[in-house]
């Protein structure tokens, strides 16, 4: 099992998980597509995630970047201080290698470590059950769906994990 760490977001890494390019059905996670995606991954909300041998395993958000357009009705019921949003990415070369619980405990932590908060919340495309069964196994459950507003037939599930 691989030992992670958390490093703030650089431009060179920043530019690597932008050519990052994942195959069907998880081509919407592409981000080669936005032009603006280094800017955003340079914002101050984004963290690297490398393993102990320094490969770049994914990154995470916290805040108002790891929300999805579309879902304000199901997060505005969960709007307060004590829930943070939180998005992540897998490198695409490390999906699906059984990693993902792992990866995803490691990201909480940091997260976590930074900010103290009762409950997490993070949204998922339904479509995605592998992310899913992992989201559950770490104690996620799901609070609501929503339609994406810029991807057509894409429904998205808001998930909340309660940590104290």
């Known amino acids: 099992m691989a030992i992670y760490a958390a490093q703030p977001m650089t431009k060179r890494l920043a530019q690597t998980i932008g050519q990052w390019e994942y195959p069907p059905p998880y081509t919407m996670y592409s981000l080669t597509s936005d032009p ?21 395993q994914g990154y995470y958000c916290v805040g108002p970047n790891a929300r999805v357009l579309g879902g304000e009705s199901v997060y505005g019921e969960l709007l307060d ?6 998005g992540l990415g897998m490198n695409p070369n490390y999906v699906g290698t059984g990693n993902g619980r792992s990866f995803v405990t ?33 104690g996620f459950r799901s609070v609501g769906q929503f339609p994406a507003r810029h991807q057509h037939n894409v429904v998205f599930v808001v998930m909340v994990l309660q940590t104290g």
């Open 36 to 56: 603006n995606i280094v800017e955003e991954l340079m914002d101050g909300s984004y963290w690297a995630v490398i393993d102990d041998r320094g490969d770049l």
């Open 81 to 86: 201080e004590n829930v943070l949003d939180i």
């Open 106 to 138: 490691a990201v909480l932590e940091f997260a976590v470590a930074k900010q103290p908060v009762q409950r997490f919340r993070l949204t998922v495309a339904a479509f995605n059950r592998r992310a899913i069964r992992v989201y559950e196994a770490l």
